[in-house]
């Protein structure tokens, strides 16, 4: 069974800081996908990232960047230099190889990124 | 634009009374989903469609049905809605489920079942 973990709930910074966002996961497939989400106060989902268990390049965008390792089941997200717009709630989530036709991703619980001026 | 919308934004309404909420996406995607937020539950997947004609139960399908005759549309129904279907529901699209393509969602329908 698959399962995400994002210990973190609440996370406050100042402006400019670099915060880092953990997920951890599990799951027996050596196939799968990780993703990351972003749900600003407004309410909407916002789709960051997907990325595959073969590709464990590291990621980034900008200001955001991505730390896939499978050694330590982990898929941190790393915002350089926040801003206040990065308040959010951030999302992580992993889908199996499809077995069987299924394809039904697991999500963490969240965490609450709060970054004040 | 790209963009999946859905609607209606808000709804309220009595148990037992069928509704439907539609979503519609503009990018040809052939991946669709459904999910729904609960504080405490999370995000939760109902549906997906991977084509035309191609549905398949999420995490917590029951009580919901889904259709996908069309691939621009997925829309979501509750034949008898009950209160503990009062959620916030997204909608979703994407080319595959797979894949490193962007997934588009819909911006919400926030449902109270009385």
């Known amino acids: 069974a698959q399962k995400v973990t994002q210990a973190q709930t609440e996370i406050s910074v100042v402006e400019k800081e670099d915060v880092t966002l953990d997920c951890v996961y599990e799951?027996?497939?050596?196939?799968?996908?990780l993703f990351w989400y972003k749900q600003p106060p407004s309410g909407e989902l916002v789709f960051l990232i997907r990325?595959?268990?073969?590709?464990?390049q590291n990621e980034i965008s900008g200001r955001y960047s991505w730390n896939f390792q499978k050694s330590t089941s982990s898929f941190n997200f790393t915002i350089t230099a926040s801003q206040v717009v990065d308040s959010a709630v951030y999302f992580c989530?992993?889908?199996?190889?499809?077995?069987?036709?299924?394809?039904?991703?697991?999500f963490g619980r969240g965490t609450s990124l709060i970054v004040h001026p | 634009e790209a963009q999946v919308t859905q609607n209606p934004r808000y709804l309220i309404t009595v148990t037992g009374k069928k509704l439907t909420v539609t979503c519609s996406q503009n990018?040809?995607?052939?991946?669709m989903s459904w999910y729904r937020q609960d504080p405490g539950l999370g995000l939760r997947q109902i549906y997906y469609?991977?084509?035309?004609?191609?549905?398949d139960k999420g995490d917590v399908p029951e009580g919901y049905k889904v259709s996908r005759k069309e691939k621009r549309n997925f829309p979501l129904i509750l034949e008898s809605p009950s209160p503990n279907q009062t959620s916030l529901y997204f909608c979703?699209?994407?080319?595959?489920?797979?894949?490193?393509?962007?997934?588009?969602f819909g911006p919400g329908t926030r449902l109270t079942v009385l």
């Open positions: 979703a699209s994407s080319l595959s489920p797979y894949g490193t393509d962007t997934q588009y």
């Open positions: 799951t027996r497939d050596t196939t799968y996908y």
């Open positions: 990325r595959n268990s073969f590709d464990e």
């Open positions: 989530a992993l889908s199996e190889e499809p077995s069987g036709g299924s394809y039904i991703p697991t």
């Open positions: 990018m040809n995607h052939e991946y």
């Open positions: 469609s991977m084509n035309v004609e191609v549905t």
